[in-house]
């Protein structure tokens, strides 16, 4: 299965920043996807990372709010920008890895975001 | 109309029961689904996925499917306080694409 490594794994960020989450894969895979999870809540769909394009966004989701790059097979970045106390959440990126199309989406550990 | 609905819970069952968690999806086009656990501050972990109506067993664990229904369960047998965890069930959009339901909180008591 996929190794991912999320980046950072936590932090606490004023209100107005923006910040960067890396998700990277030890191997290659055919899809990229950001969710969110709300404190006590289930996960989100934000969007899916293209590599080489812009991120398809699920409904309630911006690019503003929500920037997303995926530059290559292995590596994309999701930006919370604009951060309020109500961006606090557990940001995760999932894959989908040849040979478990369809029948496993591998998960990271997690970025878990505080908004002060 | 959620895309997918689950009973948050809590669903309490003691130990060596049989937990039956329970899901329903609203687009009938829909043609898999996932199973996974969340324990707390830890990523999902898959337990099993289906995609024919039906049952499908992998250990103590059995998920049935029914399209006609729009219904999709698990089944926990010799349920364990390991088996504590909240579960998600899962419509795949394509390519792992997932919309997950609010989940359920089991708590399996000595």
């Known amino acids: 299965s996929a190794v991912i490594s999320q980046k950072p794994s936590r932090d606490i960020c004023q209100r107005g920043t923006s910040l960067t989450i890396q998700c990277q894969v030890d191997s290659q895979v055919t899809m990229m996807f950001w969710y969110r999870q709300q404190p006590g809540q289930s996960l989100t769909l934000i969007a899916t990372?293209?590599?080489?394009?812009?991120?398809?966004?699920e409904s309630g989701f911006v690019i503003d709010k929500f920037p997303i790059s995926r530059p290559n097979l292995t590596f994309s970045t999701l930006t919370v920008s604009n951060m309020s106390p109500e961006d606090s959440s557990i940001y995760l990126c999932?894959?989908?890895?040849?040979?478990?199309?369809?029948?496993?989406?591998?998960f990271g550990q997690g970025t878990r975001l505080t908004v002060v | 109309q959620k895309e997918v609905e689950q009973n948050s819970g809590p669903l309490s069952v003691p130990e060596g029961a049989i937990a039956s968690l329970n899901c329903t999806y609203s687009d009938r086009g829909s043609q898999s689904f996932f199973w996974y656990r969340q324990y707390s501050g830890k990523s999902p972990e898959l337990i099993m996925f289906?995609?024919?109506?039906g049952d499908k067993e992998d250990g103590r664990f059995t998920a049935q499917l029914n399209k006609a229904s729009q219904y999709v369960s698990l089944l926990i047998r010799d349920s364990q306080p390991s088996d504590s965890a909240t579960y998600l069930c899962a419509v795949n959009r394509g390519y792992n694409k997932l919309i997950f339901g609010a989940g359920t909180r089991l708590a399996v008591h000595p």
């Open positions: 289906i995609y024919s109506n």
């Open positions: 990372a293209n590599q080489g394009s812009e991120a398809t966004y």
């Open positions: 999932s894959v989908t890895q040849l040979g478990h199309v369809n029948t496993e989406a591998f």
